[in-house]
C-alpha cells in the first residue's frame, strides 16, 4: 500500500509554545489529506480535510487559528499546533487518499503524540 | 455518510476465525463500506472495502448481505498480532472518512 510518513512521531512542548507535524506522501501524490485528533481510548476524531493549494475544511469546532493546516505540495501537508496549552495534548494522525476515484482508500501516518507541560 | 453500528469488544480464540459484524441500515446505493484497524498507539491500516460483491484479499474477507444494510468481516485464521480496534466505516467517493467507536478485538492463546 501507499506509504505516509508523518514527524516527530512524539513531542513535548511547554505551554504556549507552537508545534509543527509534518505529513508526507512517499509514493504518490495527495490532492486530499486528513488530520485526525484522538484521545486515550477513544475514537479517531476528523479535524480538518487539507486540500492542495487551497485552504483546509475545519470539521465544526475545531478552530482554524489555533490548528493551521498547510498544503502547499501534492506531497505534503502541515498541522501547526498554535499556542499550545495541556488540554491540546492529543494523539494526532494524519492520512492521504490513494488512489482517487471510486477504488479510494485512506492510508494514515503514524500519528504524532503530542504532550504539553 | 450513513452511520455504522459494531459491538463494542469480542474475543476470537488463536487460529479460529473471526467474525466482525457491521450494521449501517441507512446506507445509501453509491456508499461504499470500509474496514481499518488500529494496534495501540499506531496509525489505522487500511484492511478491505467493498460495494456490493463480497471481497477479498491477502487480509480478510468482507461479506456485505444482499440489502447492504449489514456486512462481516472475516479474519481467516486469527492470530496474536491481529488484536486491534476494528472500525467499520461507510463512505460516498470523494466524502470524508468518519470513525466511529470500533470493535475491540482481542485474540486469546
Known amino acids: 500500500g501507499a506509504v505516509v510518513s508523518q514527524h516527530p512521531s512524539w513531542v513535548i512542548c511547554k505551554s504556549g509554545t507552537s508545534v509543527k507535524i509534518e505529513c508526507r506522501s512517499l509514493?504518490?501524490?495527495?490532492?486530499?489529506m486528513f488530520w485526525y485528533r484522538q484521545f486515550p481510548k477513544q475514537s479517531l476524531m476528523l479535524m480538518a480535510t487539507?486540500?492542495?493549494?487551497?485552504?483546509?475544511?475545519?470539521e465544526q469546532g475545531v478552530e482554524k487559528d489555533k490548528f493551521l493546516i498547510n498544503h502547499a505540495s501534492l506531497t505534503l501537508s502541515t498541522l501547526t499546533v498554535t499556542s499550545a496549552h495541556p488540554e491540546d495534548s492529543s494523539f494526532y494522525i494524519c492520512?492521504?487518499?490513494?488512489?482517487?476515484?471510486?477504488?479510494?482508500?485512506?492510508?494514515f501516518g503514524s500519528g504524532t503524540q503530542l504532550s504539553v507541560l | 455518510d450513513a452511520k455504522t453500528t459494531q459491538p463494542t469488544s469480542m474475543d476470537c480464540a488463536e487460529g479460529r476465525a473471526a467474525n466482525l459484524p457491521c450494521n449501517h441500515s441507512?446506507?445509501?446505493?453509491?456508499?461504499?463500506v470500509y474496514w481499518y484497524r488500529q494496534i495501540h498507539s499506531q496509525g489505522p491500516q487500511y484492511i478491505i472495502h467493498?460495494?456490493?460483491n463480497n471481497e477479498t484479499n491477502e487480509m480478510a474477507s468482507l461479506i456485505i448481505t444482499e440489502d447492504r444494510k449489514s456486512s462481516t468481516l472475516i479474519l481467516p485464521h486469527a492470530t496474536l498480532r491481529d488484536t486491534a480496534v476494528y472500525y467499520c466505516?461507510?463512505?460516498?467517493?470523494?466524502?470524508?472518512?468518519?470513525f466511529g467507536t470500533g470493535t475491540s478485538l482481542t485474540v486469546i492463546p
Open positions: 492520512s492521504a487518499i490513494s488512489p482517487a476515484g471510486t477504488n479510494e482508500k485512506l492510508f
Open positions: 509514493d504518490f501524490q495527495a490532492t486530499t
Open positions: 487539507s486540500n492542495e493549494g487551497s485552504k483546509a475544511t475545519y
Open positions: 441507512t446506507i445509501s446505493g453509491n456508499e461504499y
Open positions: 467493498g460495494l456490493k
Open positions: 466505516i461507510v463512505r460516498l467517493t470523494g466524502n470524508q472518512f468518519y
